[in-house]
């Protein structure tokens, strides 16, 4: 599985309000010059992120973006599952299998299964203050 830009910028951008956290508010400018992404993208993945109530924002000369909760309860799987969506490799992990598998159990859906349980694991025990 290969994860896009928006896994990697939105990271990169969480992990900017992460050590801000506390201090107030980082603007959509700051967080873009900083992380050279341009703003319109950027705008549309912390759009994703206030969705999943990961970030909030707040209108004003002050305002910006911060994040909902402090860095140590916010897991990478969390950020990224807001990103990307499901973390499963196809489609036959999380649909109904007999909709799309051609055999009702396919031989190798095991492997999908067991692929993203690994990823959840992992992403879902790293933290944003692991990695600031």
Same mark, same amino acid.
């Given at each position: 599985? &290969?994860?896009?830009?928006?896994?990697?910028?939105? !990271? +990169?951008?969480?992990?900017?309000?992460? =050590?801000?956290?506390?201090?107030?508010?980082?603007?959509?400018? *700051?967080?873009? =010059?900083? *992380? @050279?992404?341009?703003?319109?993208?950027? *705008? +549309?993945l912390m759009a994703s992120l @206030?969705?999943? &109530?990961?970030? @909030?924002? %707040?209108?004003? $000369? @002050?305002?910006?973006?911060?994040? %909902? +909760?402090?860095?140590?309860?916010?897991?990478?799987a969390e950020v990224v599952t807001? !990103?990307?969506?499901?973390?499963?490799?196809? %489609? #036959? $992990?999380?649909?109904? $299998? &007999?909709?799309?598998?051609?055999?009702?159990? #396919? &031989?190798?859906? =095991?492997?999908?299964? *067991? !692929?993203? +349980?690994?990823m959840e694991k992992t992403l879902?025990?790293?933290?944003?203050?692991?990695?600031?």
């Amino acid at each position: 599985m &290969k994860f896009s830009t928006r896994s990697s910028y939105g !990271l +990169r951008a969480v992990i900017d309000l992460a =050590k801000n956290y506390g201090q107030g508010a980082l603007s959509l400018h *700051e967080i873009s =010059k900083k *992380e @050279k992404i341009s703003q319109s993208y950027l *705008e +549309r993945l912390m759009a994703s992120l @206030k969705m999943a &109530k990961i970030i @909030k924002s %707040t209108r004003g $000369v @002050k305002g910006g973006y911060e994040l %909902t +909760r402090a860095p140590s309860k916010v897991s990478v799987a969390e950020v990224v599952t807001a !990103l990307e969506g499901s973390l499963a490799p196809f %489609t #036959c $992990v999380d649909g109904d $299998v &007999k909709l799309i598998c051609k055999d009702e159990c #396919c &031989k190798v859906r =095991k492997v999908w299964i *067991e !692929l993203k +349980r690994s990823m959840e694991k992992t992403l879902e025990g790293m933290m944003l203050s692991d990695l600031l």
